[in-house]
């Protein structure tokens, strides 16, 4: 079974930092990118960051700079780690992955309609 289990979450003033952990299972960490997106309320769900399986990265540009994604393969872990964070970062963040092994090399795909499996998604909310 396919489990993705975001973690790390919370409140924290503007400016401040979290790191966002998701943790996975049921599938070969290695064959996946794994990606963050997240969702205001009233809003739509936007892409954040992704990582493809061959360790690519992309960002939205309202969070370049500011957050970094990383794989960790031998805990079949993805981090968002975040800092400055500005009161627009709040929203529910969600992991998600989909199997990109077959995929050209260094291309990293960051659109919520290519990835099948999804977390249960955690708050993270920047009080002004």
């Known amino acids: 079974e396919v489990q993705l289990v975001e973690s790390g979450g919370g409140l924290v003033q503007t400016g401040g930092s979290l790191r966002l952990s998701c943790a996975t299972s049921g599938f070969i960490f290695g064959d996946y990118a794994i990606g963050w997106f997240r969702q205001a309320p009233g809003k739509e769900r936007e892409g954040v960051s992704c990582?493809?399986?061959?360790?690519?990265?992309t960002y939205a540009d309202a969070v370049k700079g500011r957050f970094t994604v990383s794989r960790d393969k031998g805990k079949n872990t993805v981090s968002l780690e975040m800092v400055n964070l500005k009161p627009e970062d709040t929203a529910a963040y969600f992991c998600a992955a989909f199997e990109d092994r077959l995929m050209v090399e260094g291309i990293v795909v960051c659109r919520e309609s290519a990835y099948d499996y999804w977390g249960q998604g955690i708050q993270v909310t920047v009080s002004s």
């Open positions: 990582i493809s399986s061959d360790d690519a990265t």
